[in-house]
């Protein structure tokens, strides 16, 4: 059984910082990358970031220079710092863990970012 435990989520202002965890747990094997989702009200769940097991990380146009994602291969967790947030990153973010077989969801953790 394969868990993901998502942490971090909040209110907070507009410009302020955030740090999201994500931390799997159970049989784990040959992780091919990890990442974080998100979805507002009313729209489809969208990539924000992802890492895979070699490094190489991907961001949504909309987060590049504020987000960051990261990971703690030996605890196989995986972090996303927000910093300049805005109104519009209002949304449920969800971790997500890519296998060779099968893919995990966590979830979700709420952020919500006031003007």
């Known amino acids: 059984q394969v868990q993901l435990v998502e942490s971090g989520g909040g209110l907070v202002q507009a410009g302020g910082s955030l740090r999201l965890s994500c931390a799997a747990s159970?049989?784990?094997?040959?992780?091919?990358?990890m990442g974080w989702y998100r979805q507002a009200p009313g729209k489809q769940r969208e990539l924000v970031a992802r890492?895979?097991?070699?490094?190489?990380?991907n961001y949504a146009d909309s987060v590049k220079g504020r987000f960051t994602i990261s990971r703690d291969n030996a605890k196989n967790t995986v972090f996303l710092q927000m910093n300049s947030l805005k109104p519009e990153d209002t949304a449920v973010y969800y971790c997500?863990?890519?296998?060779?077989?099968?893919?995990?969801w966590g979830q979700g953790t709420q952020v919500t970012v006031s003007s």
């Open positions: 159970g049989r784990i094997f040959s992780i091919n990358a």
């Open positions: 997500k863990m890519e296998l060779v077989l099968y893919d995990y």
């Open positions: 890492m895979t097991s070699g490094g190489t990380t």
